[in-house]
């Protein structure tokens, strides 16, 4: 278009140079207005084209808009659908499949005395401390003895007095009697701290440590708390005062004359 004006005024511009009339120049500017006016677009035309292509520019804008929200929206449900999925399989997994240690939790109940002990309690493992060394072992090499449980902490100076005591009456009734500490994890107490103690009574002692099972057979409130077992029955559940030579004898004597009964 500007091709043709440009050409239409170059022949105007030729007849204005060669013939040097009014006339012919009013003629000459005459057909350059009317033709730059006739390819020239009206001013509503222009308008209305602006606005034509601001629009199509905001559809383009919105489409582009809704796509990225839709790809969102898939994303996430995707994400969604993950974990939900995820939390079902675990559901399911928990429910169809329980594992051993939920066998266990589900049959360790508060016990009386003058109960029975179920076999579990022989069998399940704990974390002991003997000697410097940390192992995992069961009670089932106490089962034929007399056996006290002395649940006790690092902070309890009520708890350690009687350690060496307790020490010597191993000696004593070696093979038949044994004290087995045990360190609840609710303490709190660390294996740094529990080492620590059982050094300054020269390791002589054995102790369970962060145990969970055995406080939740025997509940108490307060430590020392002593559990006294024989013939796999509970006899008594005493404080540190029963702590002494005379009721070790009656216990063995009495398990003695039970053994004799028995055929």
């Known amino acids: 278009m500007i091709q043709k004006i440009t050409a239409i005024a170059v022949r105007a511009w030729l007849c204005l140079k060669n013939f040097r009339k009014e006339s012919i120049k009013r003629i000459a500017a005459d057909a350059i207005s009317d033709q730059i006016?006739?390819?020239?677009?009206?001013?509503?035309?222009?308008?209305?084209?602006?606005?034509?292509?601001?629009?199509?520019?905001?559809?383009?804008?919105?489409?582009?808009?809704?796509?990225?929200?839709?790809?969102?929206?898939?994303?996430?449900?995707?994400?969604?659908?993950?974990?939900?999925?995820?939390i079902l399989l675990f559901f399911c997994c928990c429910v169809t499949i329980p594992t051993n240690a939920q066998k266990m939790a589900a049959e360790i109940k508060p016990q009386q005395v003058g109960s029975k002990l179920p076999e579990s309690f022989w069998t399940q493992e704990h974390l002991v401390y003997a000697k410097g060394k940390t192992t995992r072992q069961s009670l089932l090499r106490y089962k034929n003895?007399?056996?006290i449980l002395d649940f006790w902490a690092t902070w309890c100076s009520?708890?350690?007095?009687?350690?060496?005591?307790?020490?010597?009456?191993?000696?004593?009734?070696?093979?038949?009697?044994i004290v087995l500490l045990v360190n609840a994890k609710s303490t709190r107490d660390t294996p740094?701290?529990?080492?620590?103690?059982?050094?300054?009574?020269?390791?002589?002692?054995?102790?369970?440590?962060?145990?969970?099972?055995?406080?939740?057979?025997?509940?108490?409130?307060?430590?020392?708390?002593y559990i006294w077992i024989a013939g796999g029955y509970i006899l008594a559940a005493s404080g540190s005062e029963f702590m002494q030579k005379g009721n070790f004898n009656a216990i063995l004597d009495r398990q003695q004359r039970l053994k004799g009964i028995t055929p």
């Open 37 to 86: 006016t006739r390819h020239q677009a009206p001013i509503i035309f222009s308008k209305k084209i602006a606005r034509g292509q601001k629009r199509s520019i905001r559809s383009r804008e919105l489409s582009l808009l809704a796509e990225l929200s839709f790809a969102e929206i898939k994303l996430e449900w995707i994400k969604r659908s993950k974990e939900i999925t995820i």
């Open 145 to 147: 003895r007399l056996l």
């Open 192 to 225: 740094e701290k529990i080492a620590a103690t059982m050094k300054r009574f020269n390791d002589q002692l054995v102790t369970v440590m962060a145990d969970t099972t055995l406080s939740r057979y025997f509940v108490h409130g307060t430590v020392p708390h």
């Open 158 to 177: 009520s708890c350690t007095h009687k350690f060496k005591y307790m020490d010597s009456l191993q000696k004593e009734y070696e093979g038949q009697a």
